[in-house]
């Protein structure tokens, strides 16, 4: 039903709702979706929480991933995912936007948007994604003051801290990272940019008891394995974060190649969306029946022919 009905909303705050999700023996699977149209297509799909990643929302805003974007930016993304498919959401939090004032602030914020969860990683700005190379790292006591300043900020949002360590420091360096934040008040932890198997085993193995954070993206350090596969290796939960964007950037290229080509879209119709998927997507006529002022909309089912 729409967000607009009342009687319809979760009654539940998004953190707790997240965290019963975490609690189950099974891989919580959340694909990217950091738009409405994405959060309402991936739930069609039966994806029960979805991930908000900092590259596609600076993608989408046309910037790079080097912790431009700001709170507000997040923020609004976080309302439209989450009016649309009332899911709980893990979102980016990139370095926390600041020090330990700042991360409380973005606590807040990112909560009272309605996100279910957040990561927190222990990079120094710029920030870079995580499988890129020469990341400058935080010392480990300042990243555990951002996530007990987070721990104290928030009242039900879950807080799960990344480390970069891996690439730079090594395994060992990591692990020790990782104690360190949940000590600090970590609920989870989220080891960047691991490159074999054997490696998310081994920090698995390192960890007993932890919720652990796997990350699928493509083109990155990380070899492509199944939510099975991460599940078998010791991992909570697994986020694929960029690969709707990747997909719909490929698309509207090709649309707008086809158009500067062809002098129109008639040759990418059969590739597209009607526009009756669009509105059984979005609800359409849902939405419409609670208006009886109203008249029905009749959907046109195919392109018109020329005379």
Not at 106 to 129: I, N, T, W, Y
Request: aromatic residues 6%.
């Amino acid at each position: 039903m729409p967000y607009i009905i009342a009687d319809d909303l979760p009654e539940e705050p998004a953190g707790i709702r997240f965290r019963k999700l975490l609690e189950r023996p099974q891989i919580l699977q959340m694909p990217g979706a950091h738009l409405g149209i994405a959060a309402l297509l991936a739930k069609k799909q039966g994806f029960e929480a979805l991930y908000m990643s900092g590259a596609a929302m600076s993608a989408t805003m046309g910037l790079p991933d080097l912790g431009m974007i700001t709170v507000d930016d997040v923020a609004w993304h976080i309302r439209q995912v989450v009016r649309a498919s009332a899911l709980p959401v893990l979102v980016d939090g990139d370095t926390g936007y600041g020090e330990a004032l700042n991360v409380m602030h973005m606590v807040r914020s990112f909560e009272e948007a309605g996100a279910g969860a957040v990561h927190l990683e222990d990079q120094l700005l710029p920030k870079k994604c995580g499988h890129l190379n020469d990341k400058k790292l935080a010392p480990a006591d300042e990243m555990g003051a951002k996530v007990a300043a987070a721990r104290k900020a928030r009242r039900h949002l879950t807080i799960i801290a990344r480390t970069d360590a891996v690439a730079s420091e090594g395994m060992d360096a990591a692990v020790d990272r990782a104690k360190r934040y949940l000590d600090a008040g970590a609920d989870a932890i989220f080891p960047e940019a691991l490159n074999t198997a054997e490696m998310f085993r081994e920090f698995a193995r390192r960890m007993p008891g932890v919720k652990l954070l796997a990350n699928m993206t493509e083109f990155g350090r990380t070899p492509f394995f199944t939510a099975e596969e991460f599940e078998a290796m010791g991992y909570a939960m697994v986020i694929w974060p960029v690969s709707h964007l990747r997909v719909a950037a490929r698309a509207m290229e090709e649309l707008y190649a086809a158009i500067a080509r062809d002098g129109g879209t008639h040759k990418l119709v059969d590739r597209m969306q009607t526009r009756a998927q669009l509105y059984e997507t979005i609800g359409y006529h849902t939405y419409e029946a609670l208006d009886a002022s109203l008249i029905a909309t009749v959907v046109p089912e195919a392109m018109p022919q020329r005379s």
